[in-house]
């Protein structure tokens, strides 16, 4: 989301070069939606993967659909949510076009709908994926309720959801809990909160951020470490999906993931990110 012109604006080098460093690393894993960048960063990471000359096989991508957003491509009148077969299908084969592959490892349904059937969507799922055009679908910010629901209906593989310091709800509101039980993947979006942990104007965000800047003092770690190091602890082995355009700042990611802290430290972070102890 933030490579492309909704932030990093890289180009076709920019990409590649992104590409290619996450792979030295050994993050194969790619993360897209069809509205990123007003509809054109998948466009984007297709022209970038094509310039690193990777082969296929060494990458995963992930894109997401169901939004109906407007932009200078698709100039819609009302932002909103489409699950019907004929619409994911169509996202789908435009996705393909832009990205430049003849399948995709992983879909998500972007947002659930009001209006979306959990068993047409299942029979949309059943349907795609003997096509052969998706490898595994998966979903992002449904309720614990709806995950525990779809995932009767159909094997889903992903719940992509928020979490972090900055929003710790998932933690409390049963989205771990079922997720886990239903044997889906955990992908936290906005890992670092979306940069609010260092830029958050609010007087209740700079607070906050004092006071999580005060727990990483205490044991000399950075805030992204931090952030990282409150994820990976989870026993649902949450999967960060870093936003950052920094080899570097992923490098720290990676190093997060090998370390471990106490429950008495996850604690600590969760009191400072909540303002106050536990009950
Ligand atoms: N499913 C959904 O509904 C949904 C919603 C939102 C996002 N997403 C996906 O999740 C990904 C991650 O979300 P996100 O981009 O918000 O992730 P994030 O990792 O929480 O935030 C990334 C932002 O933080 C900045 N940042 C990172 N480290 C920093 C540091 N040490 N100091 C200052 N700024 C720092 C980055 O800037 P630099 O580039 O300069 O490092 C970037 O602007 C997105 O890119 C998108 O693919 C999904």
Redesign the pocket.
């Known amino acids: 989301?933030?490579?492309g012109t909704w932030?990093?604006n890289l180009d076709d080098k920019g990409f590649a070069d992104m590409i290619t460093g996450c792979l030295e690393l050994g993050i194969d894993t790619f993360?897209?939606?069809d509205i990123?960048g007003g509809h054109t960063t998948e466009t984007g990471f297709g022209g970038g993967w094509r310039s690193a000359r990777v082969d296929r096989s060494e990458i995963k991508i992930i894109t997401?659909c169901g939004i109906k957003m407007n932009s200078d491509l698709f100039p819609y009148k009302t932002k909103q949510y489409d699950t019907s077969y004929e619409y994911i299908d169509s996202s789908i084969n435009r996705s393909l076009r832009e990205l430049q592959t003849d399948y995709i490892d992983q879909v998500?349904i972007?947002?659930p709908s009001p209006l979306m059937d959990m068993e047409d969507l299942a029979h949309t799922f059943k349907e795609l994926e003997g096509s052969g055009k998706v490898r595994s679908f998966g979903v992002?910010?449904f309720t614990p309720y709806q995950i525990d629901i779809l995932a009767e209906l159909y094997p889903l593989a992903t719940n992509?959801?928020?979490i972090?310091v900055i929003n710790h709800k998932p933690f409390t509101d049963d989205s771990l809990v079922l997720s886990a039980a239903n044997g889906l993947e955990i992908q936290a979006?906005?890992?670092?909160?979306?940069?609010?942990?260092?830029?958050d104007k609010t007087q209740e965000g700079s607070l906050r951020n004092s006071r999580l800047q005060d727990v990483a003092d205490l044991y000399g770690w950075?805030?992204?470490e931090m952030a990282y190091y409150f994820l990976f602890h989870h026993h649902t082995e949450i999967r960060?999906?870093?936003?950052?355009?920094?080899i570097e700042?992923i490098k720290?990611a990676i190093k997060c993931e090998g370390n471990q802290i106490t429950d008495q430290q996850w604690f600590e972070i969760y009191e400072a990110a909540r303002g106050h102890e536990v009950d």
Not at 190 to 198: C, E, I, Q, T, V
Not at 240 to 246: L, N, Q
């Open positions: 989301m933030r490579w932030g990093a993360d897209n939606a990123y997401k998500l972007h947002r992002s910010n992509q959801i928020e972090s979006w906005s890992p670092l909160g979306g940069g609010k942990l260092w830029h950075s805030l992204d960060p999906v870093t936003g950052t355009s920094k700042r720290t």
